[in-house]
């Protein structure tokens, strides 16, 4: 993103351009401090990195947090690269550390039980696919890496907000209702009775409720390490395994597995 840099520099701004948005070149100046994916930065490093005053950078990090492009990290107050930032700059999910950790105990659990073993981080007010472990029998269910699905009528989506913070969560289910006022009734009885079951129980389900034909149980991950939430789910077609399969059979099986992620993540 160093070019990204070169354009926010005033110096190379033509006065007489009246086309040249500065507060975008701005925002593009803020992610060029991130030299790399892993880096965090606070407010303050940034404004001296772009010689900005940090009133102006906690706007922009605000912003840009807002569109996924930065993560804010609770923790230390600190920032990193988010999804939408990660896609298009290059620095894609599959350099995530989290990825090489889960694959191999996503596969295991996908072959033992003959789902679909997934790993998704929300996209605004979807679930964005990073990675597919497919059972050896399963062949019907065609969600691959990349795939985006609805965030309150997926397993996926409802873990996701089971596991948020209640402010993220309570500022994504108000987008929600904006979006869908009619719908909206029956989508937050659904979110509801998922927050339940994850504290219950530690995981949560989506029984045709996005599908008909796909029953879905999802986990949320505690990635740590400043990385964005995310969680993984295993799924099947309707036809092929009951609900109370998953729920009896699968269910314990994936939190096994999540638990182990965590481990191996150091969380």
């Not at 010689?51 to 996924?68: A, E, I, N, Y």
């Not at 981080?121 to 691959?144: H, K, P, Q, W």
């Not at 909206?184 to 219950?200: F, H």
């Amino acid at each position: 993103m160093q070019n990204a840099q070169a354009l926010a520099t005033p110096a190379t701004r033509d006065p007489q351009d009246r086309h040249f948005v500065t507060a975008l070149a701005r925002g593009l100046k803020v992610l060029s401090c991130f030299k790399s994916g892993e880096e965090r930065l606070g407010n303050q490093e940034l404004a001296q990195r772009c010689k900005l005053p940090k009133s102006t950078v906690t706007r922009l990090t605000h912003t840009l947090t807002r569109l996924d492009y930065l993560h804010h990290i609770e923790e230390s107050g600190r920032y990193r690269l988010g999804v939408a930032a990660l896609a298009l700059g290059g620095t894609t999910l599959a350099r995530l550390d989290v990825k090489e950790v889960s694959r191999p105990l996503m596969q295991a659990l996908a072959n033992a039980t003959s789902t679909l073993v997934s790993l998704g981080t929300r996209d605004d007010l979807a679930m964005l696919y990073i990675e597919n472990c497919r059972g050896y029998s399963l062949v019907t269910l065609r969600l691959e890496i990349g795939s985006r699905i609805p965030l309150a009528s997926t397993a996926m989506g409802r873990a996701y907000l089971a596991g948020a913070e209640p402010a993220l969560r309570q500022g994504l289910e108000e987008r929600l209702r904006a979006l869908d006022p009619l719908q909206w009734p029956r989508l937050q009885q659904g979110i509801a009775q998922a927050i339940a079951d994850v504290a219950a129980h530690g995981c949560c389900s989506s029984f045709g409720d996005w599908h008909a034909e796909i029953h879905a149980i999802a986990v949320p991950l505690r990635t740590g390490q400043g990385l964005p939430p995310m969680v993984v789910n295993a799924a099947c077609p309707a036809t092929a395994t009951s609900a109370e399969m998953l729920t009896q059979a699968v269910r314990p099986r994936l939190i096994e597995t999540v638990r182990a992620i965590e481990a191996q993540l150091g969380h």
